[in-house]
């Protein structure tokens, strides 16, 4: 089998090449062929000696040197097994090679030259030859092979001058064994190579398999779509962490699989949809709302397949790909954001030159004019002109890129807080009528502040109205508060009894063109932390209790950390992170 057959995953073999191991660290298999043949030396060292010791015990031998040299075998062999560390021999006759192959070829060839030809111990240098070639080189291997040729063939010239006759017999029997002994060696080591060498890349592929598992089980847990593996009954045998968030409730959190399918209602639509996959035996799409008990729906779109089977036995499973709506508004809401940036240069004179004009003529309109009721038009199309002028001026600072440096330098102005506060909610309170709904809590500590007056205006605006779209319209259900931490950070806060908002929601709620309203833009609170973030501010938002009505209750609360004015030498820290509660 050529390299080119071998099994690498796409990290390259490198990462996984074994013959990296260092020479002094055995293989798996060669620990196990190691310890196999220690235990055969010992096995064979105890039956020689019990077969010496009960020959001498009957007197068929008298020579206590037969016995001596298999007792010293048996040890040696015992010690071998116990003692030595497995490892693979190595390319030449060095010691490792005279402690264990080379012992048995001496004490199998004294047991030859000293017992006689009663009995034949040449089948027992198959052991060290299986040795050498399995455990050790080619060399190591012809080298034994041709060691045990040269004793039997010394051998047979020994018998050959004892007995008186033909000697031919002697050495073809010596030749014959011999020539086994090179074609057993060879086989021997060709085969153990070759299995070492299977092994050897099994284990390389199990180890890219594993490697491999585990990158598709980081990229499947990472991704931001839900991924279900459903079989035809209806149970999920895996959810990665995105899909149980998309599945679960509130209440009870989805964190063990399998689970089934079946057992909760709100997920009906998602069964109907797999069991159609597994009618059809196809590619299955469409958009679904999970509902439970006491939430908002969650819409999602579902996409199945079925995995290919394989033999008649195999059973299909649906991999089910649940994407987020809200996910991909999201997507689509940034691609918009980049596209208004693209368009802003056009933006300034398609609608500031109309505005100009319109400006100009209401003025001209508006010196010709006595009627009062006339006039008051002319004044409404100017306040609108002029507003509708200020909202394309944000927007447009909006999509501009600044440095932050230069950003704070050109916006940086100094307000008092609290007075400024006072008033911006009292024309609030006036313009919309909610003077009944409004509180308003001012820490007299708290001093000037780094925020542009204009900016301050459209950020609490922007959050009051946003309250009051979501408040109970009760007394105090929304609250204005300033106050300064213990650390001396200045926050501002906006506080309505209103109920808690979707996770799906939440996540969004600064992004542009984001909206729960199909009415609403989308750029009110996006607008304000971007404003917040060129004063060096920032806004966020917490789920906290306050008391309204002699109750303490729970609300949602937007809060602005904001800046101090800078000394002269610009040494003071300016910190933009807001603290996690401000109660």
């Keep these: 089998m050529q390299a080119t057959d071998e ?101 199998f060839a004294a047991l030859q030259f000293l017992h006689g030809s009663s009995i034949n111990y040449t089948p027992l240098f198959a052991l060290p030859v299986l040795l050498a070639s399995v455990l050790g080189s080619m060399l190591l291997a012809m080298g034994t092979a041709a060691g ?55 284990r390389r592929s199990q180890s890219a398999a594993r490697i491999q598992q585990q990158v598709n089980d980081l990229v499947i847990e990472s991704l931001s779509d839900g991924i279900l593996v459903v079989d035809a009954r209806g149970t999920a045998h895996a ?71 394989r033999g008649s036995g195999a059973k299909n ?38 505005l100009a004009a319109i400006t100009q003529a209401n003025a001209l309109l508006d010196e010709d004019l006595s009627d009062p009721r006339l006039k008051q038009l002319t004044g409404l199309v100017q306040q609108n002109a002029l507003r509708l002028e200020k909202i394309v001026e944000d927007i447009l600072d909006i999509s501009r890129v600044h440095k932050r440096g230069q950003i704070h330098a050109q916006t940086s102005e100094t307000l008092l807080l609290d007075e400024s506060v006072a008033r911006i909610c009292q024309d609030w309170a006036q313009q919309t009528k909610s003077q009944s709904l409004l509180r308003l809590e001012l820490a007299t500590s708290v001093q000037a502040v780094d ?25 105090d259900s929304i609250q204005v508060v300033t106050q300064t931490s213990p650390r001396g950070q200045i926050a501002l806060a906006v506080w309505s009894d209103a109920p808690p908002m979707e996770p799906s929601v939440e996540r969004h709620l600064f992004e542009p063109f984001f909206s729960s309203e199909s009415r609403s833009s989308g750029l009110g609170l996006f607008i304000c932390r971007e404003l917040c973030e060129r004063h060096g501010a920032a806004i966020a938002f917490q789920r906290v209790q306050r008391m309204a009505r002699g109750l303490r209750m729970e609300g949602n609360e937007f809060f602005v950390s904001l800046r101090q004015p800078q000394p002269a030498n610009g040494n003071a820290p300016a910190s933009k992170q807001p603290p996690s509660s401000w109660h």
């Design 451 to 475: 925020f542009a007056p204009d900016h301050l205006r459209r950020v609490l605006v922007n959050l009051l109205d946003n309250a009051r779209r979501y408040a109970s319209g009760q007394a």
């Design 239 to 309: 959810a990665n962490p995105a899909a149980r968030q998309l599945l679960q409730s509130d209440s009870q959190p989805l964190h063990k699989t399998p689970f089934t399918l079946s057992g909760e209602p709100a997920w009906q639509p998602l069964v109907d949809l797999t069991q159609q996959s597994f009618a059809y035996r196809g590619i299955q799409q469409a958009d679904i709302n999970i509902q439970h008990a006491g939430q908002g729906p969650r819409h999602i779109r579902v996409r199945t397949r079925l995995t290919a089977t």
């Design 148 to 202: 045990v040729t040269l004793i039997l063939l010394l051998y047979a010239l020994r018998l050959s001058l004892q007995t008186h006759g033909d000697m031919a017999p002697h050495f073809i029997q010596a030749a014959l064994t011999g020539a086994g002994s090179f074609v057993i060696a060879f086989l021997s080591h060709q085969l153990s190579t070759r299995l070492a060498k299977e092994e050897q890349r099994a």
């Design 317 to 354: 499973l649906c991999v089910v790909f649940l994407q987020d709506q809200r996910e991909m508004e999201a997507r689509m809401r940034t691609e918009k954001l980049a596209s208004m940036g693209r368009m802003s240069t056009a933006m300034a004179h398609e609608i500031r030159n109309p």
């Design 7 to 107: 099994v690498h995953s796409w990290f390259g073999p490198s990462l996984l090449d074994t013959d990296l191991e260092s020479a002094d660290q055995a293989l798996p298999e060669i620990e196990r062929l190691w310890r196999g043949f220690m235990t055969a030396r010992v096995t064979l060292g105890l039956v020689l000696l019990l077969l010496q010791g009960t020959l001498y015990g009957f007197g068929q031998v008298s020579k206590l040197w037969l016995l001596v040299v298999c007792t010293g075998y048996f040890a040696s062999a015992l010690v071998a097994r116990i003692s030595f560390h497995p490892r693979r021999l190595g390319r030449t006759f060095d010691l490792q090679w005279v402690a264990v192959i080379g012992i048995d070829v001496l004490v």
